[in-house]
């Protein structure tokens, strides 16, 4: 039985959802990602002037008459969510943890894709698949996969975005549109995200936090690692050890922002103790002047 206070926090999401989608959301999502799709419809002869890239070689071999292939636009897109939910995700220095900022931007866009009639579909995973939900239209469905970013218990802590990477390439059959939720601490996914790629719209929403980034001068400080249990005792008075910290959090992200740039993948940066309301929008906004 699903707890009151995770029915409390799914009502506020969609509460918060559906008036943000209303006000400022509706338009732009259909405007960006709708008519990108074309789906194969059927194969007609070869007029003069069509594309000859269109076609269809099998069958013109068959028939020994050209023959092209025709496409219509797609009438539904297919929107999953890929949501990280290791250990890492449990931490947050403001009033929110990651993993709840990304509940709530999942419900946004979920939101979002119902109102234009597209399909929602949810992958959990950690250092393994932990839950596949298969995407499915209407907002009880879409309720649904709130809750289950909220409440769903995970089995394991690490992180493996390869995996999910891999499994969603595997059990895909249509072109989706993939939203990938994650702090991206993990390393080893890169060639299975250049492939996916090559098949589906990707867009990578990094959730960090700024204790992630840097440290606050304090005292000897016990840190753990959330996935892995280490600890480590640290002074955090030593100004060369916070020094230390930032330029290893400053090349990860480097090594990241050139990653996403080079597959051709947008980001989306959302800080824990700041609106995601700003970096949605920004995020629109590039994809439409894109698009024209």
Known sequence: MIPKDILKQVKHIEIRATRLVNNLFGGEYESVFKGRGMEFSEVREYVPGDDIRTIDWNVTARSQHPFVKKFV????????????????????????FKSSIAAEIAGLLAFSAIKNKDKVG????????????????????VLRVVREILFYQPTKKQTNLRTALEHLYRILTRN????????????????????????????AIQISDAREESLPPSSWVAFEDAETQETAVVNTNDSSFREAFRETSRRHQEQLDRLFQ???????????????????????????????
């Open 73 to 96: 636009e797609e009438r539904e897109l297919t929107v999953i969510f890929v949501v990280d939910g290791s250990k890492s995700l449990q931490f947050g220095s403001s009033d929110k």
């Open 122 to 141: 949810l992958l959990i995973f950690t250092d393994h698949v932990e839950k596949f939900v298969p995407p499915k239209k209407g907002k009880s469905h």
């Open 262 to 292: 080079l597959i051709g993948i947008d980001t989306i940066k959302i800080s824990a103790g700041s609106s995601y309301v700003n970096p949605l929008i920004k995020f629109f906004k590039l994809r439409e002047r894109r698009k024209h």
């Open 176 to 203: 989706a549109v993939i939203f990938i939720i994650s702090d991206f601490m993990d390393q080893g996914y890169e060639k299975a995200l250049k492939i996916l790629k090559q098949k589906h719209d990707l867009i």
